[in-house]
């Protein structure tokens, strides 16, 4: 079981584990002023999803002296940030967005403030939705592609680019007039990771260390951060020290835990891609097996999620691809053509859309088979994409021991992230989710009459 790395927070001056340094808040006006919010701020939340392109948040202030009317807000403004669990402690940093919307203003309950919310994002995003990219990419990686976009058409610096994985396989690519982060998003849909090209799920979002372009494969084979448990604070009359206080859940609550109809929609199981060859006139089928491929798939706990039992057409779950069909265009014949071969630059280069659209169907979908939302003590080195583990205790009676829930339990990625910090408290919101169990599923008695009466019923 992985356990909990050591923190410095108590020495350093934490005493309580929803501390916290908030050592800058500052809103920066287009003109130069400089206007502390630390005193006036009611909340302040800083979001990050690894299915979305950018960081964002917002600050909640409680305003006594008129600043929305002096500052003449254009646009053009900037919020400084920088919070941590001590005070210049490790994971402190600082960060400057901007802010880009004022939104639920309100009078104070005395009449002589104002209550109104500064909404603000990265840089990038807003520089993103400004600029147009017409480039044509020849014999490049997609991995290339997203540096390129991200150094030379959004100028970011590199150490604000975290992790750029590395893919497998050329393409040549026409980008007509797409922002940059559609550009980034468009490619992505065909690439691949080099250290596991048996799968197509690569990611690109951007967290407190930067921008990363990753496999969800890669995340799930990172180190446990930390483990988290549920149980009551009493347990046992046993006093928790700080560490244990800091690793224990406050509230939970799983979003989803179990849809098959949802997962049978979507293609998590089964599905199929018909890729059609214009120019040959040929068409492939190419069909996902769940079964067949998780087993060369990276899995974030050691056991699958299904059983063999079949229907009363005689098929499992992941037997059916053809209840989910997608039609696309592939080009993976011509180089089979002689006419074709012969030709110079008579043909592009495989695009490899048998291998790449299955994968991503079920990968994508696969990731959130059970989603689980929980709180818990603040802490800033919590980002999107890192795996934590979640200890649930079975409610069933017991022997007086501790036994874990068999389903429920296990290692989780991380898909986004919420940290909250308000005067009194700091708490951090993860949203998680798992394809796996940390024990495979039992086997299905197929021939067990109860069960052939039901299916067939």
Same mark, same amino acid.
């Given at each position: 079981?992985?356990?909990?790395n050591?923190?410095?927070?108590e020495?350093?001056?934490?005493?309580?584990?929803?501390?916290?340094?908030?050592?800058?808040?500052?809103?920066?006006t287009s003109?130069g002023?400089?206007i502390?919010?630390?005193?006036?701020?009611?909340e302040?939340?800083?979001y990050?999803?690894i299915? *979305? !392109?950018?960081?964002?948040g917002?600050v909640?202030v409680v305003?006594?002296?008129g600043?929305? /009317?002096?500052l003449?807000?254009?646009?053009?403004?900037?919020? /400084?940030v920088?919070f941590g669990?001590v005070?210049?402690?490790?994971?402190?940093?600082?960060?400057?967005f901007r802010?880009?919307k004022?939104g639920?203003r309100k009078p104070?309950g005395?009449?002589?403030?104002e209550?109104?919310?500064?909404?603000f994002c990265?840089?990038?995003?807003?520089?993103s939705e400004? *600029?147009k990219?017409?480039?044509?990419?020849?014999?490049?990686k997609?991995?290339?592609? %997203?540096?390129?976009v991200?150094?030379?058409?959004?100028k970011v610096?590199?150490?604000?680019?975290?992790?750029?994985?590395?893919?497998?396989?050329?393409?040549?690519?026409?980008v007509p007039k797409?922002?940059?982060?559609e550009?980034?998003?468009?490619?992505?849909t065909?690439?691949?990771?080099?250290?596991q090209?048996s799968t197509?799920?690569?990611?690109f979002f951007?967290?407190k260390?930067?921008?990363n372009?990753?496999?969800?494969?890669?995340?799930?084979?990172?180190?446990v951060y930390?483990?988290?448990?549920y149980?009551?604070?009493?347990l046992?009359?046993?006093?928790?020290?700080?560490? /244990?206080?800091?690793?224990?859940?406050?509230?939970y609550? !799983?979003s989803?835990?179990?849809?098959a109809?949802?997962e049978?929609t979507?293609?998590?199981?089964?599905?199929?891609?018909?890729?059609?060859?214009?120019?040959?006139?040929s068409?492939?089928v *190419?069909?996902?097996d769940y079964n067949?491929?998780?087993?060369?798939?990276e899995?974030?706990?050691?056991?699958?999620?299904?059983?063999?039992l079949k229907n009363?057409?005689?098929k499992?779950l992941?037997?059916?691809?053809?209840?989910?069909l997608? %039609?696309?265009?592939?080009?993976?014949n011509?180089g089979?053509?002689?006419?074709?071969? /012969?030709?110079?630059?008579? !043909?592009?280069?495989?695009?490899?859309?048998?291998?790449?659209?299955?994968l991503?169907t079920?990968a994508?979908s696969?990731?959130?088979?059970?989603?689980?939302?929980?709180a818990?003590?603040?802490?800033?080195g919590?980002t999107a994409?890192k795996?934590?583990?979640?200890?649930?205790?079975?409610?069933k009676?017991t022997n007086? *021991?501790?036994?874990?829930?068999?389903?429920?339990?296990g290692?989780y990625?991380?898909?986004?992230?919420?940290?909250?910090i308000?005067?009194?408290?700091?708490?951090t919101i993860?949203?998680?989710?798992?394809e796996s169990?940390p024990?495979?599923?039992?086997?299905?008695?197929?021939?067990?009459?109860?069960?052939?009466?039901a299916?067939?019923?």
């Amino acid at each position: 079981m992985a356990t909990n790395n050591p923190t410095p927070v108590e020495a350093s001056g934490a005493y309580s584990p929803q501390d916290y340094s908030l050592k800058t808040l500052n809103f920066l006006t287009s003109n130069g002023k400089r206007i502390e919010l630390k005193k006036i701020m009611m909340e302040f939340s800083y979001y990050e999803d690894i299915y *979305t !392109f950018a960081a964002s948040g917002y600050v909640t202030v409680v305003d006594g002296q008129g600043f929305i /009317e002096l500052l003449q807000l254009t646009g053009n403004e900037y919020l /400084e940030v920088n919070f941590g669990k001590v005070k210049n402690g490790p994971n402190a940093n600082d960060q400057i967005f901007r802010v880009y919307k004022i939104g639920d203003r309100k009078p104070g309950g005395n009449h002589n403030t104002e209550v109104y919310t500064l909404h603000f994002c990265s840089e990038e995003l807003m520089l993103s939705e400004q *600029t147009k990219i017409s480039k044509s990419y020849s014999g490049q990686k997609v991995s290339e592609i %997203v540096k390129d976009v991200l150094t030379e058409k959004l100028k970011v610096k590199p150490k604000n680019i975290n992790v750029i994985e590395e893919t497998t396989g050329v393409y040549d690519f026409i980008v007509p007039k797409l922002k940059p982060f559609e550009t980034i998003s468009w490619v992505s849909t065909y690439a691949r990771p080099k250290k596991q090209n048996s799968t197509a799920d690569m990611l690109f979002f951007e967290t407190k260390e930067g921008f990363n372009f990753r496999s969800l494969q890669s995340m799930y084979k990172d180190k446990v951060y930390a483990t988290y448990k549920y149980e009551p604070m009493n347990l046992d009359n046993k006093k928790q020290d700080f560490q /244990e206080k800091a690793y224990n859940v406050i509230e939970y609550e !799983f979003s989803k835990t179990y849809d098959a109809l949802q997962e049978i929609t979507s293609g998590s199981f089964a599905n199929r891609l018909i890729s059609i060859d214009p120019l040959t006139r040929s068409f492939n089928v *190419t069909d996902f097996d769940y079964n067949k491929m998780k087993d060369t798939m990276e899995k974030l706990n050691p056991g699958g999620i299904l059983n063999e039992l079949k229907n009363r057409f005689d098929k499992a779950l992941n037997q059916s691809p053809e209840g989910v069909l997608k %039609v696309a265009t592939g080009n993976s014949n011509h180089g089979n053509v002689p006419y074709i071969k /012969e030709k110079e630059g008579g !043909f592009a280069k495989d695009i490899f859309i048998e291998t790449i659209l299955p994968l991503r169907t079920a990968a994508i979908s696969l990731a959130n088979f059970t989603a689980l939302k929980m709180a818990v003590p603040g802490d800033p080195g919590l980002t999107a994409g890192k795996v934590v583990e979640f200890n649930l205790f079975t409610l069933k009676p017991t022997n007086n *021991t501790k036994e874990l829930d068999k389903a429920y339990s296990g290692k989780y990625l991380v898909t986004a992230v919420r940290h909250i910090i308000k005067q009194t408290a700091y708490q951090t919101i993860l949203e998680m989710a798992k394809e796996s169990l940390p024990k495979a599923q039992e086997g299905a008695n197929n021939s067990d009459k109860n069960v052939r009466q039901a299916i067939t019923a």
